[in-house]
Nanobody, 120 residues
Framework: VQLVESGGGLVQAGGSLRLSCAVS????????MGWHRQAPGKQRELVARISSSGVSTNYADSVKGRFTISRDNAKKTMYLQMNSLKPEDTAVYYCNADLSLYAGHHSSSWGQGTQVTVSS
């Protein structure tokens, strides 16, 4: 089972990008999912997370009102819509998922990361 991210790139300040994270392979369930980011010289930080149903979401204060996390369980894919991007949003963005391969099983999986660069 792998998490495959896409959608990163270079954008000017004020622009938008949409990241995708697709879960490939067979799973029993895909539970809590989230986006994290790591800027050069900084620790990895949580950006947003979403419950298994998609009903509950949480955001870092720095992205509230600008980023929207969502998921399509039929497609086994999570998204991060990023609007009004700022240079300080520049980082490698990683998706994370709590996967169950069978009932009662839980494992944390990470994507390979996708670079987001916001120019001023």
């Amino acid at each position: 089972v792998q998490l495959v991210e896409s959608g990163g790139g270079l954008v000017q300040a004020g622009g938008s990008l949409r990241l995708s994270c697709a879960v490939s392979g067979s799973t029993f369930s895909i539970n809590l999912m989230g986006w994290h980011r790591q800027a050069p010289g900084k620790q990895r930080e949580l950006v947003a997370r979403i419950s298994s149903s998609g009903v509950s979401t949480n955001y870092a204060d720095s992205v509230k009102g600008r980023f929207t996390i969502s998921r399509d369980n039929a497609k086994k894919t999570m998204y991060l819509q990023m609007n009004s991007l700022k240079p300080e949003d520049t980082a490698v963005y990683y998706c994370n998922a709590d996967l169950s391969l069978y009932a009662g099983h839980h494992s944390s999986s990470w994507g390979q990361g996708t670079q987001v660069t916001v120019s001023s």
